[in-house]
T-cell receptor, first 115, second 115 residues
C-alpha cells in the first residue's frame, strides 16, 4: 500500500523568507502527486499536482514543487513567504483506478509565519 | 458557481444518536468521497462512490453508512456504532473519465462534536 510521510509537523518562518516543505512517498510505480492547503475550519484547496512530464511543477499562490523519483520526494517550495500563507499543508499520493481517485494523505505540516 | 456544499458546518450530537451530514455537488462529477480528519492524522477515507446506487468502503468505514441515490448527492450517516465520532468530515468529488488527472475537489467540511 502506498504511504506518504511529511516529517515536519510544525514549521515557522519569517515573512519574506523562503520555504520548503518535505514530502516522501512509498509506492511501487510513479504515482500522481498533490499538494493541498487548508486554512482553519476550511476545506482543502489544491496548490499543484504532478502526473507526468516536467518534474518541476508550478502552482497557485507562487508555490512550486519538484518530483524527484530517485528520492521518492515531492517537496513544496516558495521563494518568499507571505503572512497569508500560514495554514496547514498536505501532501497526497494517488493513482487512477476505474473506481475513482484514491488519494493517500500525509499527516500535514502546520506553517506559522512570523511578521 | 460550481462547487461542493456541505451542511451543516457545525453539528452537536448526544451519544447514541445517529446524525446525517449532507454533501451536494454541482460539478457533474461521477465520483464522490467522504474523508475524516483528526488532528495529527491527516485525512482518512471513509466511503467513496463512483456511480449512482453503488459505493465502496474506505479504510475506516465501521460505524458509518452512505447512500448515493442521485449523482449530485452523497450523504454520510454517523451511527451510534461509531466509537469516536467527534471529528472534521470532508466531502470530495472527482471526475473518473477522460481528462481525469487524479485530483479531488473538496467541500468546506462539517465539524461533528459528540457531547
Amino acid at each position: 500500500a502506498q504511504s506518504v510521510t511529511q516529517p515536519d509537523i510544525h514549521i515557522t518562518v519569517s515573512e519574506g523568507a523562503s520555504l520548503e516543505l518535505r514530502c516522501n512517498y512509498s509506492y511501487g510505480a510513479t504515482p500522481y502527486l498533490f499538494w493541498y492547503v487548508q486554512s482553519p475550519g476550511q476545506g482543502l484547496q489544491l496548490l499543484l499536482k504532478y502526473f507526468s512530464g516536467d518534474t518541476l511543477v508550478q502552482g497557485i499562490k507562487g508555490f512550486e514543487a519538484e518530483f524527484k523519483r530517485s528520492q521518492s520526494s515531492f517537496n513544496l517550495r516558495k521563494p518568499s513567504v507571505h503572512w497569508s500563507d500560514a495554514a496547514e499543508y498536505f501532501c497526497a499520493v494517488g493513482f487512477l483506478t476505474g473506481g475513482g481517485n484514491k488519494l493517500t494523505f500525509g499527516t500535514g505540516t502546520q506553517l506559522k509565519v512570523e511578521l | 458557481d460550481g462547487g461542493i456544499t456541505q451542511s451543516p458546518k457545525y453539528l452537536f450530537r448526544k451519544e447514541g444518536q445517529n446524525v446525517t451530514l449532507s454533501c451536494e455537488q454541482n460539478l457533474n462529477h461521477d465520483a464522490m468521497y467522504w474523508y475524516r480528519q483528526d488532528p495529527g492524522q491527516g485525512l482518512r477515507l471513509i466511503y467513496y462512490s463512483q456511480i449512482v446506487n453503488d459505493f465502496q468502503k474506505g479504510d475506516i468505514a465501521e460505524g458509518y453508512s452512505v447512500s448515493r441515490e442521485k449523482k449530485e448527492s452523497f450523504p454520510l450517516t454517523v451511527t451510534s456504532a461509531q466509537k469516536n465520532p467527534t471529528a472534521f468530515y470532508l466531502c470530495a468529488s472527482s471526475i473518473i473519465s477522460r481528462g481525469n488527472t487524479g485530483e479531488l475537489f473538496f467541500g468546506e467540511g462539517s465539524r461533528l462534536t459528540v457531547l
